[in-house]
């Protein structure tokens, strides 16, 4: 479901416009047409990079200018993943001639948004094209300004819909309502956070394909099992990080805070091709001693080898060779729920780390994972 017009802070500017054209069609209908290109400036992606690549998902609105009232919104559409837009729509035009069109372009669908630090939404606008008669008005090719706010936000934009791509349209799990992106983000979060509010990106990471995605893994989390993440405490006060603050792929971490950022982690690799038997996150060729539960990296690699490594199982004609966030998130707790003690036995690592969450849980199902998830505030 889209929404409609949004009045709102507009950051907007003019494009670049090439090509064009108006042909004949049945009277009193309009098509109107176009493609939106970007160019794609992020770290890595699913499409290549460093090349033009289509503004998928971005909304579009179809406006007749009325000088003397307001405008006319005539249509609305979703951008194509190859850039292209079109709508056809009749128009009465009771008063007019013809009609003067302009397209705006909002960073906005019905699952995710990326706004500016003051929560204004990023607008994008074409000319008008005046006195256009019925048929078929063809705006040609649109690039998003380069070297702009806007051209950043889009790689924020695009890199939540690869994230959305594979989550809810791959895999089909449907993670609720808009999130809403806000970059730059507020200053309290200077390596970008997540809350249940939305997700705050770095002025800086905004081409970071996996920072972004990694932000929406814990979106991902805090929609699916209902909480608001662990207590965000990172100051350990025994081990060999005791008083470190902060954690990353290798530090020690309390369980809570090692399992949400292990799984954020893996859904950004997993969305970008850490998939099926394509293991680039195995746990064996991780040359820490870190050996417990409570080591983000080490849960990341966990969660892909348990689905990508597990050719025992009874399950093994549902899940192998799929990740851990396919069949609607429950084939994560079905197979450590179900993982036999010679398949534990036969990976050490994966056996400490299992063991360790079947200890402090009294098994793997929906609510033990659930109760991983609480008395959150932010989510770095």
Known sequence: MMRGWIISTLIVTTFVLLGGETTARAAGFYTVKGHLFY?????????????????ANVTFYIYDEDQNSSDDLLATGIVDWDGRFEATFYFDQSSESYAD??????????????VASDGGHYWLYTETKPNRAYGIVDFGNLFVPRNTNHEKAMWVFQSMNEGWNYVEYINAWDVGDQITV????????????ADWDGIQIAQNRAGDTVNVIHEYGHMVNFRAWGGTGPDPYYCLTE?????????NWNSWEENYTAFMEGWANFVAYATLGCIGNNDCLDIEDRSYNVMDAGNEG???????????????SHAQDIFKGYDGISWNFYGMVWILGHMSED????????KHYVNEIREVYDDISYIAWHELMHNSWVIY
Request: overall charge negative; charged content about 20%.
């Open 182 to 193: 806000q970059w730059p983000g507020h200053p309290e979060c200077p390596t970008s956070c």
């Open 343 to 350: 398949e534990i036995d036969a990976k050490p690592t994966i």
């Open 239 to 247: 081990g060999p990080n005791a008083d470190n603050c902060g954690h």
């Open 298 to 312: 080490n849960v990341t690699a966990v969660l892909g080898d348990i689905l990508d490594d597990h050719p025992d």
């Open 39 to 55: 160019y794609d400036g992020r770290s890595q992606g699913m499409r290549p990079v460093d090349q033009y690549n289509g503004a």
């Open 101 to 114: 069109i302009y397209i705006h372009f909002i960073y906005h669908n019905s699952k995710w948004e990326v």
